[in-house]
């Protein structure tokens, strides 16, 4: 809640009902169950943040401009999308050539597959796709965004700034 503490008006989206209640729960009164590719809003915001690289739903390289295309729709013109991915050419353990060989999809582009557990639980599996930052700058010429700014870390992790 770092955004509304600060004074942004702010609107949450997630997959999963019960991270809507906790967020509820500590205040966020807009918050919707819905998907990034479809998201259930007709409104524009200024600045869209996407975290827990979940920009990269989908294990396609056409789910990513997807999920671009819908962002762009509920995003103003001339305002920004800030997300995180993963470069699957990155130093973690899953970015070994025997783990990218069996997920590759494109150059640059892999997918990791994963799901949380609790206890006994099990959610659901999910694909996130990883790109480079080259990789990402070729899907993203094929939407309204441009990339304003990489921002790198240490790890297979790194943060994007886009522009619309």
Do not use: C, N
Request: proline fraction near 5%.
């Amino acid at each position: 809640m770092w955004a509304r503490e600060r004074g942004h008006a702010v609107f949450g989206v997630d997959r999963s009902p019960g991270a809507i209640r906790v967020a509820r729960k500590r205040g966020l009164k807009r918050a919707l169950v819905g998907d990034l590719t479809h998201l259930p809003v007709d409104r524009a915001f200024d600045t869209v943040l996407v975290v827990g690289q979940q920009l990269g739903l989908g294990r396609s390289r056409a789910a990513l401009d997807g999920t671009l295309s819908e962002l762009a729709r509920v995003t103003k013109p001339g305002e920004r999308l800030v997300a995180d991915l993963s470069d699957p050419t990155g130093p973690e353990a899953w970015a070994e050539s025997e783990y990218l060989d069996r997920h590759a999809v494109g150059d640059g582009l892999a997918y990791r597959r994963f799901r949380v557990e609790y206890d006994e639980l099990a959610g659901p599996w999910i694909d996130l796709l990883m790109a480079t930052p080259d990789a990402l700058a070729g899907v993203i010429a094929g939407t309204p965004w441009t990339v304003e700014r990489l921002l790198e870390t240490e790890s297979a992790a790194y943060g994007v700034v886009l522009g619309r």
